[in-house]
C-alpha cells in the first residue's frame, strides 16, 4: 500500500484544499485530513492524534513551500487553529468556512431552541415535542408520511419552534448566491426577523457567522465556487472505513486506508 500511495502524490499544483477533522477513537481523539478538492481525493493525513496548529503545520512542511504559493482556496471548519495555519503558510488562499460545519451550529441552536420550549411549555403542550427530535433536525424530504405529520402538528402547536424551524430551513440559500453584497443582504433580512422572537441560540448563531463572516462570504466569488459536500462524503467514508475494519487502532494503517480510498484501479 506504500508503494500504491508513492505513486500517486499531491498534484504539484494544489489550487484548492479542503481541511477537516475525524474522530479516530472515543475521548475526542482526533486526526487532520487534508483534500485537493479539484481532483476530489484526500492527499494528507496526521500521523499523530491532535487537531492543533502545529498538527496543521506539517501538512504543509511536508508539501513545501513552492505547492504551498500555489493554493488560492482552502476550505475548513471555524477551528481557529487551521484558519491561524493555513492564513501563515499558505499566504495566497483565501479561506472559506465548510457550509456543512455551518450548518451543523445551526442544528445545534435549533435543537436547543428544541429542549428549551420542553422545559418551558406545561405537560399538555409537551406532548407534541417529546420524542421528535430527528424529525425536527431532519429535512423535510427525509421524512415518512408519519414524520411530516408529526412535523405539522409539533410547529402548529409551538410558535417559537415553528419560527426556529423557518429560519433554519431558509439560511442554506446563503450559499446560492455569487454577489457578496446580496448575500450580506439576505444575512442581514434573516438576522432581522430574530428581534422580539426570544430565540437566544439563534441570537448566538448570528453572532457567530458575523465574527466569522469574510470566510463564509467568501464562497459568493464564483472563482470559489468548488464542491462543499467532499469533505462530508468524505468524512462519512472514514466512518465507514473504521466500522468495516471493527475499527482501527493504528493509525498510520488508518492514514494508508483513507489516502488509497480514492485511487481507481489501474
Not at 86 to 96: F, G, L
Request: aromatic share 10%.
Amino acid at each position: 500500500m506504500e508503494a500504491l500511495l508513492a505513486k500517486h502524490p499531491p498534484a504539484k499544483r494544489l489550487r484548492a484544499i479542503g481541511i477537516d477533522e475525524v474522530s479516530i477513537r472515543k475521548g475526542h481523539s482526533y486526526a487532520i485530513v487534508v483534500a485537493d478538492l479539484d481532483r476530489q481525493r484526500p492527499i494528507w493525513m496526521s500521523s499523530s492524534p491532535g487537531r492543533a496548529e502545529v498538527e496543521m503545520d506539517r501538512f504543509f512542511y511536508e508539501i513545501g513551500t513552492q505547492r504551498c504559493r500555489e493554493i488560492k482556496l482552502a476550505v475548513m471548519d471555524m477551528w481557529k487553529a487551521f484558519r491561524k495555519s493555513t492564513m501563515r503558510n499558505a499566504p495566497n488562499a483565501r479561506i472559506v468556512f465548510d457550509k456543512f460545519h455551518v450548518l451543523r451550529h445551526l442544528s445545534d441552536a435549533l435543537d436547543e431552541v428544541r429542549r428549551q420550549e420542553y422545559k418551558r411549555v406545561n405537560e399538555k403542550e409537551r406532548k407534541f415535542i417529546k420524542g421528535q427530535r430527528y424529525t425536527l433536525l431532519s429535512h423535510r424530504a427525509n421524512l415518512d408520511t408519519e414524520g411530516r405529520r408529526s412535523l405539522q402538528l409539533l410547529l402548529k402547536a409551538n410558535r417559537r419552534l415553528h419560527k426556529a424551524y423557518l429560519l433554519k430551513e431558509s439560511f442554506g440559500q446563503l450559499w446560492d448566491y455569487n454577489n457578496p453584497a446580496w448575500a450580506r443582504k439576505f444575512f442581514d433580512n434573516w438576522k432581522a426577523q430574530l428581534k422580539w422572537q426570544r430565540l437566544e441560540p439563534f441570537e448566538k448563531f448570528a453572532a457567530m457567522i458575523e465574527r466569522h463572516w469574510d470566510g463564509i462570504v467568501s464562497y459568493c466569488h464564483p472563482d470559489n465556487k468548488v464542491s462543499l459536500g467532499f469533505m462530508e462524503g468524505l468524512n462519512n467514508k472514514i466512518r465507514l472505513i473504521q466500522r468495516r475494519a471493527y475499527g482501527i487502532k493504528d493509525q498510520h494503517y488508518l492514514k494508508l486506508k483513507v489516502l488509497t480510498s480514492f485511487i481507481k484501479d489501474p
